[in-house]
């Protein structure tokens, strides 16, 4: 959650607020609701909540003229304190001499807060964050402000935080910039004669494809005087709870600048949808090495257990079918927040795997963590590379679905069954058959995103617009798509949206039926077609408004959405319906499908 985005260089920017800003729109997509920037040795502050495409700034020029060495910026998603302007960070100490981001949440600024307030210290927000930069005041009391003392008060300061945790304090008099994480991920780029520091690579992808990971417990130190020991490179990073320094180890992505722009498209939402062919096509040529090193840790394992929050948790039910029909194994699943409750189950001989997209997902690096403590394996399903999870883990399969930033999860969604469904058949011994069904499954979702099924769809979110409740549902591995077609509707359209197993209409849910309400219905040739054609049926006959997402057309379908003939590997096509109505829904209503209201891409709080 929330974005941190600075920057030291050689050569003063002439236009640093705007250069802050642009790093700080490349992270919008990590969720929102308030920003600032801190810039200069005679430093300028600005923040306002809100969006920053939205930011009225008549009365305070963006560009005020002056050139800068080094600033600092930052997107707010809000825990202490509402949406103000005063909440926003950067947030400084008494004298202006400190200005401080952060991104977690301090568990002891209360009491942390009452002690600076019996020595004077004047407080302008209702945040947790501010007490770091009154720490730091203090911490330098006696101290002169030269890069190694100001590196020492931020760890000091940093060590006394409880929590999960990144701070990033800038230095205006001398330029610097210095930081440290705990749970929450920091990254550092090295470029040419300017260096940077951010929560994400697309801050400053357009710069640099150096990047240095910050590993738990460490921070890093951006300054002109390193720069003038080291050459170009401005930065160092050392240990949080020593002080000691470690090697900084430059590592190249391979992302590209076009990777992270919406191209021809007006929104990320869409371009991410249509992306998904290409990288399931990708995802069938994934090494075999890494396919069978991961398949072998599986199969002898004395239990395996998946964890996962959120849309990456719908995918891991979804695997679970798909080790049960196809591999014949049993793995366990279990949402991430619920993890901790369960975790006794786990010995030296556990297997635990872990899915997120980002990789920083706090609850699921908690059961990691449990699983650590317990001596298990972890293997991680990711797509960014260096992330926290793919630290902890001990093997990491990377989706390698490319950046993804609109907040609702798409590619990253099927990219995990993907690599799951590959999993099930190396374990059956048959992974070219896998490769084979990937292969055909990107050709079938390339003609679900054509223009003519699009259109189709638009109609439809024409028609859904305006209705209050909408339910899904499923049998089988297309229970776990009933569950991820209802979070994609009710994340960005607002729709009270809700995903059942077709079994358990009987037991509650078929008392919500009511006239014209609509119900998806998921369905795929295998054992459960004929259930779930009989569950839609019943929906029908008490007014339902019936969706049918199958391979063939049945009278009871209102409105029919054909998929290709692919058995329970449906599920990796049909979702694609229910990711288009969301979208054009969204539209219909005037809403952002990019960046909906409370949500964060990466969660990295509990």
């Not at 600024?109 to 019996?118: C, F, I, N």
């Amino acid at each position: 959650m929330c974005g941190i985005f600075g920057y030291i260089s050689q050569k003063p920017k002439s236009d640093p607020a705007s250069f802050l800003v642009e790093g700080l729109k490349r992270l919008e997509y990590r969720g929102y609701d308030s920003w600032g920037i801190v810039y200069g040795e005679k430093p300028v502050l600005l923040k306002q909540a809100g969006k920053i495409s939205e930011a009225a700034i008549g009365h305070r020029p963006l560009a005020v003229g002056q050139s800068a060495l080094a600033g600092l910026g930052h997107t707010r998603w809000a825990t202490h304190g509402g949406v103000t302007d005063e909440n926003a960070h950067p947030h400084l100490d008494c004298f202006g001499r400190v200005a401080i981001v952060h991104n977690g949440i301090i568990e002891n600024w209360e009491e942390l807060k009452k002690d600076l307030r019996r020595k004077n210290h004047e407080f302008r927000s209702e945040t947790d964050t501010e007490v770091a930069a009154h720490l730091i005041e203090e911490q330098m009391a006696d101290s002169e402000w030269r890069t190694a003392s100001l590196t020492e008060a931020v760890r000091q300061v940093f060590n006394r935080l409880e929590g999960f945790n990144a701070i990033a304090a800038f230095f205006p008099e001398a330029q610097t910039i210095v930081a440290f994480r705990s749970g929450s991920p920091l990254i550092a780029g090295v470029g040419e004669g300017e260096c940077f520091l951010a929560s994400d690579i697309p801050a400053f992808l357009p710069y640099t494809r150096q990047v240095v990971f910050l590993e738990d417990g460490e921070g890093a130190v951006l300054s002109p005087e390193l720069q003038v020991q080291n050459g170009t490179l401005g930065i160092k990073i050392l240990e949080a709870k020593t002080g000691r320094e470690r090697p900084t180890k430059v590592e190249r992505i391979s992302w590209r600048v076009e990777d992270v722009d919406r191209g021809e498209h007006p929104h990320f939402l869409i371009k991410e949808i249509k992306e998904q062919p290409q990288v399931i096509a990708r995802l069938a040529e994934y090494p075999k090495k890494e396919i069978e090193g991961v398949a072998d840790l599986i199969e002898n394992a004395f239990g395996s257990y998946f964890v996962a929050c959120g849309t990456a948790s719908n995918a891991t039910l979804a695997a679970t079918y798909l080790f049960s029909g196809i591999a014949k194994r049993h793995i366990n699943f279990t949402v991430g927040s619920e993890f901790s409750f369960l975790e006794d189950f786990l010995t030296p001989e556990s297997l635990l795997i872990a899915a997120s997209q980002s990789g920083e997902t706090m609850d699921t690096l908690e059961a990691v963590r449990a699983a650590k403590r317990h001596g298990s394996k972890v293997v991680a399903l990711t797509n960014v590379l260096g992330s926290s999870l793919t630290r902890l883990a001990d093997e990491t399969l990377m989706l390698n679905c490319g950046p993804e930033k609109a907040v609702l999860a798409t590619k990253s969604y099927t990219a995990k069954l993907a690599l799951f469904l590959l999993l099930a058949y190396q374990l059956n011994g048959k992974l070219s058959e896998g490769r084979e069904v990937l292969a055909e499954t990107a050709k079938g979702i390339s003609d679900l995103v054509a223009k003519d099924f699009e259109e189709q769809i638009r109609a439809l979110a024409g028609r859904l617009r305006k209705v209050e409740h909408l339910y899904a549902i499923g049998r089988g591995v297309n229970y776990a798509t009933a569950l991820e077609a209802a979070l994609k509707i009710k994340e960005v359209s607002y729709i009270h949206a809700e995903g059942f197993a077709g079994g358990d209409l009987k037991h509650g849910p078929i008392a919500l039926i009511e006239p014209k309400v609509p119900v998806l219905i998921f369905a795929s040739d295998d054992e459960s077609e004929a259930e779930i054609v009989s569950n839609a049926m019943e929906v029908k006959a008490r007014g339902a408004d019936v969706i049918g997402i199958n391979y063939r057309n049945n009278q009871v379908f209102e409105t029919y959405l054909p998929v290709q003939k692919n058995g329970f590997y449906t599920p990796l096509a049909s979702i694609v319906y229910p990711q288009l109505m969301a979208y054009y829904i969204a539209l219909e209503k005037k809403l952002d499908p990019d960046k909906p209201r409370n949500l964060a891409k990466s969660v990295t709080v509990k």
